[in-house]
């Protein structure tokens, strides 16, 4: 037993050794539970918001208003799908199953980004959830592909370039709505309204009342705090806001030289737990979709694997 104990402790110290080196992790070496379960945590969470991320964008490609901007909005959402693929992938080599992540998420036991509870209003929501959506995951996106675990910060790099890409189509999106009519800037306007603090919100709570992050930032799963990547995302967007003549709804809104940060008035975070635990104005509605299409889609798993199995037979 104490030969055990030591043995733990000797190979723990080795893993926080590669860590501190920036050596990766990767899915055969040894590693402590509670990283593995701390990934898996973060990971799966992560790929669900890819998934149920979908559903929101989903509702105007029916609405596009031209035929380049549902083209693109499809090439988009596609994306989506992609990173929730690569997501899913990467967390099961903790040795965890899609099925049992998917129970998770549909049971409400796994958590997805408070952001895609809210619904998509109007074409300008289509615009802004590209441009502060994704704008914000990839301020936290690009963090995270400097992590510890191997397969996860790869598969960041990629999802990172794509979603660049998403940015500069909602970008474009508001801004040609600012260069329009007097509705149409409205209309811009009042989605930059609403969909401002939930963005903020992405980042998780205030450092001093975040769960995960000292262990975390000490396992490099995260590598900067919430607190400076929601810092980076404000001062990135309340330039590109004003840029093209959108006001940010703030009326603390203050720009403090000494420090080069825009600073912001506190954010409602009682709206935050309200929507984490399940009450958002879509929680329910985006959860009983997932299972409505998943169930209805039981027999193309059936069916893939039936010939997977075919296949393999005739090699
Ligand atoms: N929403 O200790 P903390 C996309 C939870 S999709 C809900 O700071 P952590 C896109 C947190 O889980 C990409 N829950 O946590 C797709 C924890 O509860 P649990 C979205 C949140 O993990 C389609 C508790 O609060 N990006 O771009 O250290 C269309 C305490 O928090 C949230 C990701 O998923 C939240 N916002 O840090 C368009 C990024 N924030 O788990 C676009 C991956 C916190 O103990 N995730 N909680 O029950 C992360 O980077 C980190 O998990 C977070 C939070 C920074 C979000």
Not at 100 to 113: P, R
Not at 275 to 293: D, E, F, L, M
């Amino acid at each position: 037993m104490q030969k055990n104990e030591s043995s733990i402790s000797f190979l723990e110290k080795q893993f926080q050794e590669k860590i501190n080196n920036d050596i990766k992790i990767e899915p055969k070496d040894w590693m402590p539970e509670a990283y593995r379960n701390n990934l898996i945590r973060q990971m799966s969470q992560h790929a669900h918001s890819e998934i149920i991320g979908m559903q929101p964008e989903g509702n105007w490609v029916l609405r596009a208003p031209t035929l380049r901007a549902k083209k693109i909005l499809l090439a988009k959402i596609q994306d989506e799908a992609g990173h929730g693929l690569y997501l899913y992938s990467a967390t099961e080599t903790l040795g965890i199953d899609r099925k049992e992540m998917i129970e998770q998420l549909q049971q409400g036991k796994a958590k997805y980004s408070s952001i895609f509870n809210y619904p998509t209003l109007n074409w300008a929501d289509i615009g802004a959830v590209g441009w502060l959506v994704d704008g914000a995951a990839i301020v936290n996106q690009t963090m995270l592909a400097r992590g510890s675990y191997g397969p996860y910060s790869r598969a960041m790099l990629r999802i990172c370039k794509e979603e660049g890409f998403h940015q500069r189509q909602g970008y474009e999106i508001m801004a040609k709505m600012m260069a329009g009519n007097a509705s149409q800037k409205e209309m811009a306007q009042d989605s930059l309204n609403r969909w401002w603090e939930p963005s903020l919100m992405m980042f998780g709570p205030h450092d001093s009342e975040s769960t995960h992050s000292e262990q975390s930032m000490k396992w490099k799963i995260k590598v900067e705090s919430n607190d400076n990547l929601r810092q980076r995302f404000i001062n990135k967007t309340v330039d590109q806001a004003h840029h093209i003549g959108l006001t940010i709804p703030d009326k603390n809104l203050t720009y403090n030289k000494e420090t080069r940060n825009w600073e912001i008035s506190p954010i409602n975070w009682e709206e935050f737990w309200n929507v984490v635990k399940g009450n958002g104005p879509c929680n329910r509605q985006r959860i009983a979709h997932h299972t409505k299409y998943h169930n209805e889609g039981q027999w193309v798993r059936e069916a893939a694997l039936v010939f997977a199995k075919k296949e393999m037979e005739i090699q």
